[in-house]
């Protein structure tokens, strides 16, 4: 059969490692007798022959991984250049190494796609299958990306909570704004809606980059708010951009308020509506946390990640190579996910946007359609083991981690 | 026996609800057949006579509020001016209330202190118990504040996750800075020390408020942490403050590297670390999650929130007023923590600060003292309720809540 290499690249997420689980469950599966490596840090760690033994641990130390967030192998942000491609190649060829599991996003498919198409011209036989990771839920030919819906079951949760922090506070007229994550695309943003049960429920506003910000407008949505419901919620996508495509967070040299900025695109609005309104602002900017809570994960997320990990091992040992796992959803009996496939050359490189009418008229909000998208994939709780109060993760390399120096706190 | 009243002050904690929930449950438990009241929005309610009578709501409603973040009552930030006080206390008289329960900080301590006053000047026959409350554990004469504990963990939580987050990224060469709330103590940013395990563990500097910030030798902790470790997790107090007890987030005109800065600390360091060392910084600011998250709350502090609420009614059943409720540790057979009681009047305006010996030599982390002091308060996880993935926070005007609009999503 020959080995394997698995590799995880470019941002975590909190469910990751659910899908180096299922290719190692997988591969034993298939009965398979060579070695499943784990390459550390991405394909620097392919290109550094810097290998772990998947197949040779623990199931029980494997199975700890999956309450456990973070890239475990490691990750990277190596864009390969044209000579590292037959480098990886001839490792490949010397350890024998026939299958190719890499775990990433948009830029990491390309990377798969390119080894793929170089393996075949070097008639050498390797199957190399992606699999989907990303919270931003960008990729496209996919219903939806596994990682995303932890982070969006956290982003609303937190929402909820500091939502009736902010309702309790009536009195003192505030305005929160949280600023989330999702790059180029308003997923994660969007999905914050789910967290609405009641009219005066937060987020009261939610802005996409989808659709082109305007200072005005958002200024006078907030003053409407505030003048119905006597508190405003702000949930604003990290990439908004205005009707020219320029970034609002780098609106520093913006003249149409005059106003110099620094820092994000939180701070950005914050001082919009302080200037502006004269309404005291508070911005949550949960930062990694958006990625890494892995006390706070979704059940089908985790499982969807774990099994995307297991059909890529699946469908390499029937024999097909230059794929994505994608997920399918058929609704036809409630919410059912099924493991699905695309060529890695349709995926790379192309970002999924939120589709137009799932965004209210106002381009402050969205419509039930993406509520309906969003809600089945923040279902269910994950429990996980504690010690001392806090988690109890698990490590690749918990043999070589340094207790702490005698006398040092910790 | 007279009515009694309580209400709820300052910024909410994850578990001021608890004490309500004591109190109400005390009111009965002491057979009381007069109405127990809440006052809507604090201080401010009582004087607009804005009242909820809790005595009459069922026991499932109570009990929901358990496990609900926010101040269910409402809150406030509203000074009494001079003729305040004799308003409230003709308000008592009339609605013939005999029994004052403040939640809050310090404050709210020096208000419930100046009502317990007038009433003796005036002869009415008052009880006045204060219940402490804050994240920020600043509260002097209490062994530590309700509110702390789950603060604590939820922060050290976070801490953990996005280390390994952090750790997993280590090619990528990334600072990672948490702004941690704190006002001017370091209660706060100092637990996130229990998030370390390991050597190489998050977070590994922590600067606080007690210790004055000195920019050049933060630099150089930043320096000395990336050669040893390869990657940096720096926890900082909102409220650091350089050597003249200027606060480091005000710095933007402070002309030692010349830099005009906007925005809160973190971004103020990340500046510095960027410009200086050329090392690229993300910020987590958590903001009001902080004394928001439900999810992740510390079952040694719910209960302990509780049983502050109900020893004020014990308190004042027993004919005490002018005091505070405390939280009284004995660490002679583990930890057990006991209800104790304080003067308001020594309680008002001191804030309790780090002892100097829980913290490093060099100011960028913390003793084992301070380890053992916050361990205990973090233990125990809370299970809570949930509807289509979300919690299901109860609402004491659930009546009055509209419903999502037609056509609106959420």
Same mark, same amino acid.
Request: net charge negative.
């Given at each position: 059969m020959g080995k394997g290499i698995v590799a995880q690249s470019g941002g975590p997420t909190a469910v990751i490692n659910n899908s180096v689980c299922g290719v190692v469950h997988a591969w034993k599966e298939q009965g398979a007798k060579d070695s499943l490596f784990g390459a550390m840090h991405g394909i620097k760690g392919v290109l550094e022959e810097n290998f772990i033994d998947l197949s040779a641990q623990s199931s029980y130390l494997i199975e700890s991984l999956r309450h456990t967030p973070g890239a475990a192998l490691g990750s990277c942000r190596y864009k390969l250049q044209d000579d590292d491609y037959l480098k990886l190649l001839r490792i490949f060829q010397k350890k024998n190494i026939r299958y190719f599991f890499y775990i990433g996003g948009n830029d990491s498919m390309d990377t798969a796609h390119k080894v793929h198409q170089l393996a075949q011209q070097e008639q050498y036989e390797l199957y190399v299958i992606g699999i989907p990771k990303t919270? =931003?839920?960008?990729?496209?030919?996919? =219903?939806h990306c596994p990682g995303f819906g932890s982070a969006a079951k956290y982003l609303a949760t937190t929402v909820m909570e500091t939502g009736i922090d902010l309702k309790g506070l009536l009195m003192s007229k505030c305005v929160t704004i949280m600023e989330v994550m999702g790059r180029n695309t308003g997923w994660l943003a969007a999905a914050t809606a789910l967290a609405r049960r009641n009219a005066e429920d937060s987020p009261h506003l939610i802005y996409l980059p989808e659709t082109p910000f305007d200072v005005e407008r958002f200024l006078e949505d907030v003053e409407d708010t505030y003048q119905d419901i006597g508190h405003v919620y702000v949930v604003a996508s990290e990439g908004l951009v205005d009707k020219n495509g320029k970034y609002i967070f780098a609106a520093k040299d913006r003249d149409s308020f005059g106003h110099s900025m620094l820092g994000g695109l939180a701070e950005t609005l914050k001082t919009f509506v302080e200037k502006e309104i004269g309404i005291k602002v508070r911005c949550n900017i949960l930062g990694t946390a958006q990625r890494a809570a892995a006390h706070c994960l979704s059940a089908t997320d985790v499982n969807e990640a774990y099994m995307a990990g297991m059909e890529a091992v699946r469908m390499a040992a029937e024999g097909s190579s230059g794929l994505m796992v994608t997920l399918e959803r058929d609704n036809s009996h409630g919410y059912v996910c099924l493991p699905g496939r695309i060529e890695l050359s349709r995926v790379a490189n192309i970002e999924k946007k939120i589709p137009h009418d799932w965004i209210n008229k106002r381009g402050n909000g969205v419509s039930q359609n993406l509520i309906d998208y969003v809600r089945?994939?923040?279902?269910g709780e994950v429990s996980f083991p504690t010690r001392d109060g806090l988690p109890d993760f698990a490590f690749l390399d918990a043999l070589q981690r340094r207790p702490l120096p005698v006398g040092e706190a910790g």
């Open positions: 919270i =931003d839920n960008d990729l496209p030919f996919t =219903d089945p994939l923040i279902q």
